[in-house]
């Protein structure tokens, strides 16, 4: 994850501080243990030498030799601190590259772990991203699945057609009743206007004879 990187690598850095500070004082403790209590090594190989020199030219032969042997001891004994001191270096340099190779294996094993996070989350993006278009698949078959078949639908259509072409066809006859009535009744009021007409017509050629007759039939109609 990106804000845990710095973090990282401000406690790596932290790390290879502490393991080299720890192999400075290791190694300065070994140095002083090996010297507790003794002269400094090169200051006794200046005294031994300068020891055979005044013996060679004040002493006697056994004050040479003796001063040879002390002169050798000591340069034996440096030798031998120098050889410590360059194994101990070696050892050191050897464990400080081991402790660089587990460092560089280390941060490898973090990039990739962080690599393999990264990785993880894609695929988890991706997964919630199916699973949701999987939540909205299943409610739009549910809405399907809740309507009526094909079938069952175009059934109810044809059976509402043809239930408007009877309600037409029965308008028509209605339409066709109602307009024969209507010219049946327009035939019935042209029959009584003719007759009316033919009533006012009797009715004025007898005017001048039944004038009684027209009155009663005035009062009876």
Do not use: W
């Not at 120098?82 to 070696?90: G, I």
């Not at 309600?167 to 035939?187: G, I, N, P, T, Y």
């Amino acid at each position: 994850m990106p804000p845990a990187a710095p973090a990282v690598g401000s406690k790596q850095a932290q790390s290879l501080a502490e393991e080299d500070a720890a192999i400075s004082v290791r190694l300065l403790t070994h140095v002083s243990a090996l010297l507790k209590g003794k002269q400094p090594l090169f200051k006794a190989v200046a005294q031994s030498f300068l020891a055979v020199s005044d013996a060679a030219q004040n002493g006697s032969l056994e004050a040479v030799l003796a001063a040879q042997a002390n002169f050798q001891r000591d340069m034996d004994n440096l030798e031998l601190q120098l050889n410590r001191f360059r194994a101990a270096n070696e050892a050191n340099e050897r464990e400080q590259e081991g402790y660089a190779a587990k460092q560089q294996q280390l941060e490898g094993q973090i990039q990739q772990a962080l690599a393999d996070i990264e990785a993880k989350k894609q695929e988890l993006q991706a997964a919630r991203v199916v699973r949701q278009h999987n939540e909205e698949y299943e409610v739009i078959r549910g809405l399907i699945a809740e309507q009526p078949p094909r079938a069952t639908t175009q059934a109810a259509i044809d059976e509402e057609r043809a239930r408007i072409d009877a309600l037409h066809a029965e308008q028509r006859r209605h339409a066709a009743a109602l307009e024969q009535k209507r010219r049946a009744f327009a035939l019935l009021l042209q029959c009584i206007e003719d007759l009316q007409r033919a009533g006012d017509d009797d009715g004025g050629g007898g005017d001048a004879a039944g004038g009684g007759g027209a009155a009663a039939m005035q009062v009876d109609g």
